[in-house]
T-cell receptor
């Protein structure tokens, strides 16, 4: 089944404790992206990747890191989480430049709480 | 600055009636894509419909159609014959970037409630 998976789905952590949220897709997509969703603000793009070893900042990259060492994986790293990073996080992937619609396929989301 | 605006935080519609969700956008790019996604209460993001900036005809997908007015920079979603299962949050989004970079911008969403 074609899908985007994220782990963990729920995470409660404390300020300053490094964490990684994994994202994996099995569709051989070139494009992957991370978003955060906050009430009243919609989804905001954190980072995106056009392909392996190619990443770029979205609108809200501060406090986050990403890497794209393999085509299928795009982990989101919070080196020193803070309470304002409490949010619902979505990973998404897309076939990339070869597909006219560039539709994104979303993972199920990761609800992160930082205390 | 590139922006997506959804001015209706919430809307109600009677079952079997049509409803229009508004979306306006702002971009300096000539090539861009416009999307609508549905987010039910369960939380997943579901792709509904896509419109390219160079597409001359409005996109349609089943009961969903996108009313694209390029000069007015609007991309309204029309849902015909509303069903109870259409109750959800709806997001308008734009992909910008001619080549090389593909950023996505989302609106703040419209929560639709379908009444029986």
């Amino acid at each position: 089944e074609a899908q985007v998976t994220q782990n963990p789905r729920y995470l409660i952590t404390v300020t300053g404790k490094k964490l990684t949220v994994t994202c994996s897709q099995n569709m051989n997509h070139e494009y992957m992206s991370w978003y955060r969703q906050d009430p009243g603000l919609g989804l905001r793009q954190i980072y995106y990747s056009m392909n392996v070893e190619v990443t770029d900042k979205g609108d809200v990259p501060e406090g986050y890191k990403v890497s794209r060492k393999e085509k299928r994986n795009f982990p989101l790293i919070l080196e020193s989480p803070s309470p304002n990073q409490t949010s619902l996080y979505f990973c998404a992937s897309s076939p990339g430049t070869g597909t006219p619609s560039y539709e994104q396929y979303f993972g199920p989301g990761t609800r992160l709480t930082v205390t | 600055a590139q922006k997506i605006t959804q001015t209706q935080p919430g809307m109600f519609v009677q079952e079997k009636e049509a409803v229009t969700l508004d979306c306006t956008y702002d971009t300096s790019d000539q090539s861009y894509g416009l999307f609508w996604y549905k987010q039910p209460s369960s939380g997943e993001m579901i792709f509904l419909i896509y419109q390219g900036s160079y597409d001359e005809q409005n996109a349609t997908e089943g009961r969903y159609s996108l009313n694209f007015q390029k000069a007015r920079k609007s991309a309204n979603l029309v849902i015909s014959a509303s069903q109870l299962g259409d109750s959800a949050m709806y997001f308008c989004a734009m992909r910008e970037g001619v080549s090389g970079t593909y950023k996505y911008i989302f609106g703040t969403g419209t929560r639709l409630k379908v009444l029986a």
